[in-house]
């Protein structure tokens, strides 16, 4: 059981840093859906716990949950084999894009790329966002509208990713406050 265990963690985590673009932050849905929804080894509270405590950490968030994650589901070697796992494949992308980088920066095919993984970040973060709220408040067309514009707005007036994000965030924790109020209204 113990090295079924390790295993998991390690092909997980190598899936999961090997396909996740965008910071940190982005780490935590693709852990829910098989650690909590899958597989059933963390509960979703523990998992936003081991969030907010990688987060106070210092060094990379991403490594940080790998790291909590792994002890909470297969002890001191069950850290080890995740943070080997999450640090591997960012480990060799740098290497082979150091020795490649005039020449990869040049293809046009690669610009197109990193603004399709840029977009694709936006997904992930928002899906996180849309669940969590919906357990909360449950009004999914606003979120809907939300990506849409978001969408639209990276892709036709090419605004970055980090400003929509903080927009978006600006936009749901005004929505959040008005529906509060509208709520005490009541």
Request: proline letters at 3%.
């Amino acid at each position: 059981m113990k090295v079924k265990t390790l295993g998991l963690l390690f092909i997980q985590f190598l899936y999961i840093s090997s396909f996740c673009f965008g910071g940190g932050y982005v780490i935590i849905p693709l852990i829910q859906k098989p650690f909590v929804e899958k597989y059933h080894l963390l509960e979703e509270e523990e998992l936003f716990d081991i969030a907010a405590v990688a987060q106070s950490c210092p060094g990379a968030i991403a490594v940080n949950i790998s790291t909590l994650v792994g002890y909470r589901i297969g002890g001191l070697p069950g850290s080890l084999v995740s943070v080997i796992a999450t640090v591997l494949p960012p480990l060799v992308i740098i290497s082979v894009v150091t020795v490649f980088y005039d020449t990869i920066m040049q293809i046009t095919a690669i610009n197109a790329v990193m603004t399709g993984l840029g977009i694709g970040v936006i997904i992930v973060i928002f899906d996180f966002i849309v669940d969590s709220y919906k357990k909360f408040v449950g009004n999914q067309r606003f979120f809907q509208l939300l990506f849409v514009v978001t969408f639209l707005c990276i892709l036709f007036f090419n605004i970055s990713v980090a400003i929509m994000l903080l927009c978006d965030l600006v936009v749901i924790t005004i929505y959040s406050l008005w529906s509060v109020k509208e709520v005490a209204q009541c």
